[in-house]
């Protein structure tokens, strides 16, 4: 059995799998805002704190757009990227993707940026790695 590597590297994506239950769904059967919004802001999280190595908290979501509507019973993926990283923040670019398990058809259904606060210990602003070099 191999070993999985610890090295130091930073990651900039982190994908999220979820599942649409009814509890999850509005009266038309199509996914609540907020709770596309919650698995953002999670998805933001993980990638952000994975990426600086610190505790992260939200500083602000902006420009996210509702496209398509997902459905009851789709398979739902998120998709955090870092795209920006300040002096403390991170701007993480979200993509929301639904898929149909049936025929596997996906479409990008919203998409949004969060932006991201690195802090320490003591929960002061704190400085967050560069990215880096393309």
């Known amino acids: 059995m191999s070993e999985i590597a610890t090295a130091e590297a930073r990651p ?3 994908r999220l799998l979820q599942m649409v239950f009814p509890d999850h769904t509005n009266h038309l059967g199509t996914l609540f805002g ?4 919650a698995w953002m802001d999670m998805a933001a999280f993980i990638v952000a704190s994975r990426y600086a190595r610190s505790t ?5 979501s902006e420009q996210v757009d509702f496209n398509q509507p997902i459905h009851k019973g789709d398979l ?3 998709i955090a990227k870092i795209v920006k990283v300040g002096r ?11 898929e149909d398990l049936l025929s596997g058809a996906r479409k990008l259904c919203t ?4 932006t991201m606060i690195a802090l320490d210990p003591l929960g002061r602003p704190t400085p967050a790695p560069p990215l880096p070099a393309a």
């Open 12 to 14: 900039t994506e982190a």
């Open 34 to 37: 907020g709770q596309a919004l």
């Open 56 to 60: 992260v908290v939200t500083a602000r």
């Open 76 to 78: 739902v993926e998120v």
């Open 88 to 98: 403390t923040s991170m701007q993480v670019e979200i993509d929301v993707v639904a």
């Open 111 to 114: 998409q949004g940026r969060f």
